[in-house]
Every structure is written in C-alpha cells, then in structure tokens.
C-alpha cells in the first residue's frame, strides 16, 4: 500500500529565510512523487514533480524538492520565502495520488 | 474559462436536500477524480472516471452519487447528507499519458445543517 507522512504540522518562517518541508512516502515501485501547494480557499495547484532522473526537481515559484531513495523522503525547499508562499502544502505519492495530511506554512514578516 | 471550474463554490443544504456540484474541465484530459478535503485530514479520492467510465468508488457513501456523461463534465449528485459531510469538494483532472499530473479545481465549500 502507498502512503504519505508529512510530519510538521504547521511551521513558522521569517520572510528571507529559508524552508523545508518533510515528506516520507511507501511505495512498493520507483514513486511517482508530487508537492502540491493549497492557498487559503483556493484549489491545489502543482509546485514540481518527480518520476525518474536527476533526483532534485526544480519548481515553480522558486522550490525545488529531493528524492532520496534510501530515506524514502522527498523534501521540499526554499531558499527564501516571501509572505506569499503562506499556505498548505501537500505531497503527494503514486499514480492514484495518496496525499499527506499536510504542512501550513505561516510566514512572519 | 480555462482549467478545471466548479460551481457553485459555496453550498449550504439541509440534510433532507437534493444538490448537485459540477466540474468541468477545458484541458482536454480524459480522466476525472472527485475527493473529500476535511479539515486537518490527507484529501480522499472518492471516485475516478477515465474516459467517462467510473473505475473507481473508495467505498463512498451512496448518498453521493456520480455522473460523468462525457470526458469534459462530472457532477456530485448529493442528497440526505449528514453533518459530517460538511467539507470542501475538490475536483482534478488528468491525461492519463502525461504521468498522471492532475490539475484541481478550485473546489465547492459544502455545508451541511
């Protein structure tokens, strides 16, 4: 069975700093992996994605996220955040996506 | 419009209603996916519709039911729903050849009273 665990909850961020968020998946094949981002009453909108190849992905919005097949992880990163990029953030796992229960970014100015 | 839409966005019904939700999507994809978004709780995929035909019902209950009558439309046929049900409706879709990358619409915030 695949699942997700995202395990930051909330996570408060100064505006210029960097950001990381944590994703573990199990999966029983190379993964299909995803970071979604969820603004307040907005739907998902896709940041990047991996499924085969160089292990760190760029996205949109400036984050990029690392596969690491040994830890099973899949991390999300900013090197500066801006007040926009407060919201939910989910990763998701596999071809009929299982998402995490996802990690709320507040960034404080 | 472009992406995914859904109306209405707002929908407050009692539990003895009948509603609908509707999505419509202007990708061009051929498969659809309705989930249940709860606050605090990992997104559950409900149903999944490739090519019009359902291929997949996460054991939801029968007092939501689904119609995907082409590639493009998909409708959440509801009726005597319970308080817990109250939930943002999300609806994606995807080309079933282009790695499974779902785009979601902006979702219905249901309310049941």
């Known amino acids: 069975a695949q699942s997700v665990t995202q395990p930051d909850i909330h996570i408060t961020v100064s505006e210029g700093a960097s950001l990381e968020l944590r994703c573990n998946y199990s999966y029983g094949a190379t993964p299909y992996l995803f970071w979604y981002v969820q603004s307040p009453g907005q739907g998902l909108q896709l940041l990047l994605k991996?499924?085969?190849?160089?292990?760190l992905v760029q996205g949109i919005k400036g984050f990029e996220a690392e596969f690491k097949r040994s830890q099973s992880s899949f991390n999300l990163r900013k090197p500066s955040v801006h007040w926009s990029d407060a919201a939910e953030y989910f990763c998701a796992v596999g071809v009929k996506l299982s998402f995490g229960a996802g990690t709320t970014v507040t960034v404080r100015a | 419009e472009t992406g995914v839409t859904q109306t209405p966005r707002h929908l407050v019904m009692g539990m003895t209603n009948k509603k609908s939700l509707k999505c419509e999507q202007h990708l061009g994809h051929n498969a659809m996916y309705w989930y249940k978004q709860s606050a605090k709780k990992p997104l559950e995929l409900m149903f999944v519709y490739n090519f019009k035909e359902q291929t997949e019902n996460n054991s939801v209950p029968s007092r939501f039911s689904p119609e995907c009558p082409n590639s493009s439309h998909l409708f959440l046929h509801l009726h005597t729903l319970q308080p817990e049900d109250s939930a943002l409706y999300l609806c994606?879709?995807?080309?079933?050849?282009?790695?499974?990358?779902?785009?979601f619409g902006p979702g219905t915030r249901l309310t049941v009273t």
């Open positions: 991996y499924f085969s190849g160089d292990t």
């Open positions: 994606a879709s995807s080309q079933l050849r282009d790695n499974y990358e779902q785009y």
